[in-house]
T-cell receptor
Framework: SQQGEEDPQALSIQEGENATMNCSYK?????LQWYRQNSGRGLVHLIL?????REKHSGRLRVTLDTSKKSSSLLITASRAADTASYFC?????????????FGRGTSLIVHP | NAGVTQTPKFQVLKTGQSMTLQCAQD?????MYWYRQDPGMGLRLIYY???????DKGEVPNGYNVSRLNKREFSLRLESAAPSQTSVYFC?????????????FGNGTRLTVT
């Protein structure tokens, strides 16, 4: 079963606007990662945030993590048509053992030029 | 540096046929994974290999077998394909020993079972 669930399922915006996607999860985590998938391609890692971090930036990406609410958000600022893709969050359990990232169903983002 | 390479890219099978999906990584990663991706379902883990010589079931292992041939290669076998196995299959690798490093994905194998 999916550990993380993204919201919204689909998002359509104009170029230049900001895009915000949310991820909720159920159990404790060591870290949370965001990935991007262009149509017909594999997933590409964007950013990892550890459970003891609250915010992280990478270029136009900003990720926040609220472990008390078991949620994370991905903000893409000043979006471009090239940002059109599906975005997935992935969590790993904090109970030790093997490293097994679990993915949500994803948010499909369309950025209109 | 090719990363994760999957073959074939596309495959059509008839019900009951068998095939093996190949995956190789050149990043010296210890862990390798097989996921399937279906519309509206996200990625679901089929099998994983935490290190060379070990394999374990994931969320949806039924109908599949895997082999960790060596540190580089991790294959997925469908012994008797069923239409429910029509999906896009992704192989990934990571090196958790380096602080839970991210997954590196191949570009997928698109399988249709008729």
């Amino acid at each position: 079963s999916q550990q993380g669930e993204e919201d919204p399922q689909a998002l359509s915006i104009q170029e230049g606007e900001n895009a915000t996607m949310n991820c909720s999860y159920k159990t404790s985590i060591n870290n949370l990662q965001w990935y991007r998938q262009n149509s017909g391609r594999g997933l590409v890692h964007l950013i990892l945030i550890r459970s003891n971090e609250r915010e992280k930036h990478s270029g136009r990406l900003r990720v926040t993590l609220d472990t008390s609410k078991k949620s994370s958000s991905l903000l893409i600022t000043a979006s471009r048509a090239a940002d059109t893709a599906s975005y997935f969050c992935a969590t790993d359990g904090a109970s030790g053992g093997s490293y097994i990232p679990t993915f949500g169903r994803g948010t499909s983002l369309i950025v209109h030029p | 540096n090719a990363g994760v390479t999957q073959t074939p890219k596309f495959q059509v099978l008839k019900t009951g046929q068998s095939m093996t999906l190949q995956c190789a990584q050149d990043m010296n990663h210890n862990s390798m994974y097989w996921y399937r991706q279906d519309p509206g379902m996200g990625l679901r883990l089929i099998y994983y290999s935490a290190s060379e010589g070990t394999t374990d079931k994931g969320e949806v292992p039924n109908g599949y077998n895997v082999s960790r041939l060596n540190k580089r290669e991790f294959s997925l076998r469908l012994e008797s394909a069923a239409p429910s196995q029509t999906s896009v299959y992704f192989c990934a690798s990571s090196d958790p020993g380096q602080g839970n490093s991210p997954l590196h994905f191949g570009n997928g194998t698109r399988l249709t079972v008729t």
